[in-house]
C-alpha cells in the first residue's frame, strides 16, 4: 500500500554524508518582523472533517473559504520575501511571493499559498522543537535558516536532501505544501539529519525516519491545533488527510496511519514507508501512555526526540528502542520507561 501511493513515498531521502550545521542561538531576535498570512488549519479536510473534498486541478472553490484561517507570520527578516530566522523560500516555480508589508493572503489556487504554508508550519514546528526545550535547556535541534523549494519538482513527490541542505515540496494532485503534515513530515528529515549527520544508512533507520517524521507531522498539527484552538474533525492518527485524496480511495483518506497493527519482524517488507508504520506506532502508544501517566504528549515528543541524538545513523530499531527507552528513565522515571519498553514489545522490538 504506502509503496504504490506518490506522495512523500518514493524519495524522501536523506543522503549519508554529514551536513554541516551551524548551531545558532535560541535567542529572540528583535530585528525579526511578523507578518500576516492566510493558511490551512493543518489541512482542510482535518479541519472540516470533510472526505468529499478533492483537488479539482488546483481550483480555489474546491476548498470553502472557512478553511483558511488568518495568522501572524513570525520571525521574517522583513525583506518582503519569505526569509526568516528558520526558513527561507528559496525560489519557486510560480511566482515568488512578496509584499512590502509582510502580508501574504493567498488562496490554494495562487502560487504563493503553497509557499507561505511551508514557511508557516517550518517556523512554527522550529517553534514547537525550542517550546519543548531544544535549544535552550536541551541541544539545539535543526536551529537554522532551512531551505526551502516549493513545487519545483514536477511528480508528487516532496524530500529532505542533505546536500544541499534543503526540502522540496512537489505538486502532484494535491499540491504537496498544502497539507502541513506532508509539511512538517519533511522537515522530520531535516530535524533527524541534523541530529544525526547521515541518519537512514540502514533499511530500519530509513523506517525509522519515516516513523518519526508521520510522527513529527502529526504531533506538530495536533500541538498547533491547541495553540491557536482550530477544529479537528478527522482521527489524530491519520497522516495527510488532504494530501491523500489524490491517490486514496477509502475513506478516511490517510497516506499512512500512527495506529496500526504491523509487528516487527513479520510485517517488514523493505520499504521504509510502509514498514515505517511499525516504528510510529510505538511513538503512538509512547505518546498514549505519557498523556495517561501525566506528562502529556509534550513530554513524550521532548523524550523521543531527545533519544533520537543518540541513534547511529545506521541504527537497528532494537538499538534505537533501548536508547528511547534510557532517556525515558533518565528523563521520566521507572513508569515512564516501563511505557516505552512496553509499547515496542507490543510491535515485537525487544531489547
Ligand atoms: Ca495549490
Ligand atoms: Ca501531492
Ligand atoms: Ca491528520
Ligand atoms: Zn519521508
Redesign the pocket.
Known sequence: MPSARP?IAGVCFAAVTAATLPALAATDDPATSTGTARVFMVNPVQSSGNESLTDQNDSATAVPARQYVTVALRNLDGSGTLTGKWVAVQSATGKPAYSATNTFLFNRHDDGFEQVMAYFWINQAQEYLQSLGFGRTLPPVNEQQQLVKVDQYGG?NSYQTDKPFRIRY?K?????AEDAEVIVHEYGHAVQAAQVPGFGASEQAGAIGEAFSDYFGVSVGLAADLQYGWPRKTDAACVADW?SV?YTSEVPHCLRRLDGAKRFPADMTGEVHADGEIWSRALWDIRRAYVRLGFGSRGADTTIIDAQFSFGPGTSFAAAARATYRTALHRDGRTAASAVRAAFRARGITF
Open positions: 506522495a508528487d512537489g502532484g494532485g494535491v499540491d504537496d494530501d489524490s
